[in-house]
């Protein structure tokens, strides 16, 4: 299969590509200044953008969120209070050796830690 940079599709990764936090669908159609895109067209992007490892997905809040891959994985660690997203390091080696140890096939995984962060803890 071969990928297609539209004008549409790259108006999406631009969106991802200056995001400081994953996105779900409706707030990336949000993002859009093509108001010509509509919703189906992002959720279909956003399917193809997966296949091609463009684009990556989490699950914030059992909502699915996609973020832009800059590098290779990433983790996220979100203030129950606040809501800030921290961007962790990966630390899929340790995943890796638990899943050997139990005799696991690891296919893929997502960490998301939840608290509260330290301005908030202030706060109380």
Known sequence: MKFKLTKQRNQIIEVFKNSDIPLSAELLHQKLSDPTINLST?????????????????????????YYNHHDHIHYMVCETCHKMLEIDCISNHFHQVAEHNKFKMTHHDLVIYGICKDCQKLN
């Open 42 to 66: 992002v959720y279909r992007t956003i399917d193809t953008l997966m296949v091609f490892n463009i684009i990556s997905k989490i699950y914030l809040n059992n909502l699915a969120c996609y």
